[in-house]
């Protein structure tokens, strides 16, 4: 991989190295549920002590970095249709899990 750069006004051709960053949205799946929503975020090769998450009324960030072999930065925000409480995640094998409970939603135990 190369990238063009401007130098002095000429174009110059700088070629990638594996110690370069690379800035990239990891893959992640949502399953929303009544009350909840799951997400499963793949993070390879990423220490649980490099990520970072935060969540806001209806949205989800995350930041995470792999330091090891390929360095990436992986940056993510995930917007919700329903504002949400009390998220949870679990991660695991390169796979962050993330569990929120849509605000207002309780269930209902029938009797």
Not at 57 to 79: C, D, M, P, W
């Amino acid at each position: 991989m190369f990238k063009i750069n401007l130098v002095c006004g000429i174009p110059t051709i700088s070629f990638m190295t594996r110690i370069e960053k690379e800035d990239i949205e990891p893959r992640y799946v949502i399953n929303e549920k009544a009350d909840i929503y799951e997400i499963i975020v793949e993070l390879p090769g990423v220490k649980k002590e490099d990520i970072e998450l935060y969540s806001s009324e209806n949205s989800i960030y995350l930041s995470a970095k792999r330091t090891a072999g390929l360095q990436k930065e992986y940056k993510l925000r995930i917007n919700l249709e329903s504002k949400i409480e009390d998220v949870k995640a679990k991660y695991e094998n390169g796979l962050l899990e993330i569990i929120a409970r849509k605000k207002g939603f309780t269930k209902i135990k029938i009797d």
